[in-house]
């Protein structure tokens, strides 16, 4: 999450917003977004559902894997991968999108 933070002014000149997603509590999450110094939005999702979607639940464990998406402006899935994320490949993938909105 830190990483992400250091990238937003990046991530802002593709247009792209980032936001985090956990199942833990909102107190969880103000407090370390205010221990990060995180200023983009984190969503509590205790149940689950979004990490089921997007398949991050991991078995036998009440948490998320890891998982990077990148969703275009028309709501469709470009992008994920499980793991630590790789901001190169992100940007890469936010540069593509920004060359095809453009028609480049």
């Known amino acids: 999450m830190e990483g992400h933070q250091r990238n937003l002014y990046l991530y802002d000149r593709f247009n792209a917003r980032v936001a985090g997603v956990s199942r833990d509590q909102v107190a969880t999450l103000e407090f370390w977004a205010k221990d990060l110094g995180l200023t983009f939005p984190l969503f509590s999702n205790p149940i689950g559902h979004l990490g089921i979607w997007f398949g991050a639940l991991r078995q036998g464990y009440p948490m ?35 060359g095809e909105e453009a028609g480049r």
Do not use: A, C
């Open 64 to 98: 998320f894997n890891r998982t990077t998406v990148i969703i275009d402006k028309w709501g469709v899935i470009r992008y994920m991968r499980d793991g630590s994320p790789d901001y190169h490949e992100i940007l890469r993938v936010l540069k593509q999108l920004h």
